[in-house]
């Protein structure tokens, strides 16, 4: 199975963008990249995907490699609630609805 | 719409006693999941459905779980009998059928129920 590579955690400045990495090196064509977080106490939360072009929403911005072995989470404007683990996930092709977290990258933020 | 309904918040029981977790899914998912969560191995998949049916239980731990969707608007996920490496934080989840092309459907976790086994 496809996985994924993040850092264990990154720190950010309050109203500062974050940048949160993933390497999915082998990665195959029709693998989604997902995107979800998970505040303290609470169960995870969607937050984006995408295939290959990049993604905005209301929460983030996804920018994809060109060869897709690589995409990164963008927060334009970190704050305090932002604070989370973040997990790049892949839906695995033929196995679309089954998502399986990995350990994820930690955000903390400060002021 | 109230989200994923999960009960209890939390369970306190003593080690080979049944515990019983149970879920209401988002009125009209198509899939249901149960993810188990420790400090030690993350959150791990045990089981999903689809249209009340098992679609992969490789994730189950051993015959000690088992897991019902017996209708649309409730699971349950039993423990008979439980051990204290079962302590952790479960959590179900539900999603739409993704269109076509459209990668998995977003997930809707619910709140967890925090077990623990003394």
């Known amino acids: 199975d496809a996985k994924t590579t993040q850092p264990n955690s990154m720190e950010s400045n309050e109203e500062e963008p974050v940048h949160l990495p993933c390497n999915h090196s082998?990665?195959?064509?029709?693998?989604?990249i997902h995107w979800y977080r998970q505040l303290p106490s609470q169960g995870p939360e969607y937050v984006i995907h995408?295939?290959?072009s990049n993604v905005n929403n209301r929460m983030a911005s996804l920018a994809i490699a060109e060869d897709r072995k690589s995409s990164t989470l963008i927060l334009h404007r970190a704050t305090l609630r932002d604070a989370a683990v973040y997990y790049c996930?892949?839906?695995?092709?033929?196995?679309?609805?089954?998502?399986?977290f990995g350990t994820g990258t930690r955000l903390q933020v400060t002021l | 719409d109230a989200g994923v309904i999960q009960s209890p918040r939390h369970e306190v029981t003593e080690m080979g006693q049944e515990v019983t977790l149970r879920c209401k899914p988002i009125s009209g998912h198509d899939y249901l999941f149960w993810y188990r969560q420790t400090m030690m191995r993350g959150l791990e998949l045990l089981i999903y459905f689809n249209n009340n049916v098992p679609i992969d239980d490789s994730g189950m731990p051993e015959d000690r779980f088992s897991a019902k969707m017996p209708n649309a608007s409730f699971s349950t996920l039993k423990i008979q009998p439980s051990e204290p490496r079962d302590s952790a934080v479960y959590f179900c989840a539900s999603s739409f059928r993704p269109g076509a092309g459209q990668g998995a459907g977003e997930l809707f976790f619910g709140e967890g129920s925090r077990l623990t086994v003394l």
């Open positions: 996930i892949l839906s695995l092709t033929g196995t679309a609805s089954k998502l399986t």
């Open positions: 082998t990665i195959s064509g029709t693998d989604y």
């Open positions: 995408g295939l290959t």
